[in-house]
């Protein structure tokens, strides 16, 4: 079993920062694939950035790349996403996810999941 915490959401204004962070538990947590996801409003969730257990891995999708860092800190067992050059169309729940491998991050009924933090930005 391992529980996620996320926190660091919030309103900002287009072009600021936020940086998210979610708590893990579990004596497994460092060889564990961590994501963070995010689902506005009437869409689908969608994945905005992965690592891998040792963060030598990650992904962004194309339209936070550039602008988001996804890291770790295996020592604290925090997973961090920091936020750069905020849109309002980032403007979602973001929530942090964590699975065995990668390909069991992307299925949503395997994977771990914590409870969402929400992000807004205004124009």
């Known amino acids: 079993q391992v529980q996620l915490v996320e926190s660091g959401g919030g309103l900002v204004q287009a072009g600021g920062s936020l940086r998210l962070s979610c708590a893990a538990s579990g004596r497994t947590f460092r060889t564990y694939a961590m994501g963070w996801f995010r689902q506005a409003p009437g869409k689908e969730r969608i994945v905005v950035a992965r690592i891998s257990w040792s963060g030598g891995a990650t992904y962004y999708a194309d339209s936070v790349k550039g602008r988001f860092t996804i890291s770790r800190d295996n020592a604290k067992n925090t997973v961090y996403l920091q936020m750069n050059s905020l849109k309002p169309e980032d403007t979602a729940v973001y929530y942090c996810?964590?699975?065995?491998?990668?390909?069991?991050?992307?299925?949503?009924?395997?994977?771990?999941w914590g409870q969402g933090t929400q992000v807004t930005v205004s124009s």
């Open positions: 996810a964590a699975a065995v491998n990668i390909a069991t991050l992307m299925d949503v009924g395997k994977a771990y």
